[in-house]
Nanobody, 127 residues
Framework: QVQLVESGGGLVQAGGSLRVSCAAS??????????MGWFRQTPGKERQFVCA????????YYAGSVKGRFTISRDNAKNTVYLQMNSLKPEDTATYYC??????????????????WGQGTQVTVSS
């Protein structure tokens, strides 16, 4: 099992930037090749895929709504994955969740494909 802890959420004006982080830990994290994903959710709506990165290959995949504005990256030494969000829009407002799954393919976009989840961090973009 992998433990995931998000941080860095907050309030930002439209057009601004914000970076959220996800620190991973746990015995299995160093034993398997994981893919890390970011999802977001607003009240009453389903959890939505944002992007993912293969921890070992660095391959990434983005949802169309964020491609070109968001960047996912990882720091192997810190076991941390980052989501840099630029040109933020009010519709980006959501709780952002970090997730992990075993495997190197970043193209899995269904939340049920991911086995481990963080508690979420709130991102609010004001207009």
């Amino acid at each position: 099992q992998v433990q995931l802890v998000e941080s860095g959420g907050g309030l930002v004006q439209a057009g601004g930037s914000l970076r959220v982080s996800c620190a991973a830990s746990g015995r299995t994290f160093s034993s398997y090749a994981y893919t890390m994903g970011w999802f977001r959710q607003t009240p009453g709506k389903e959890r939505q895929f944002v992007c993912a990165i293969s921890w070992t290959t660095g391959s990434t995949y983005y949802a169309g709504s964020v491609k070109g504005r968001f960047t996912i990256s990882r720091d192997n030494a810190k076991n941390t994955v980052y989501l840099q969000m630029n040109s933020l829009k009010p519709e980006d407002t959501a709780t952002y969740y970090c997730a992990a799954r075993v495997g190197t393919n970043p193209y899995y976009i269904d939340p049920s494909d991911y086995t481990d989840w963080g508690q979420g961090t709130q991102v609010t973009v004001s207009s």
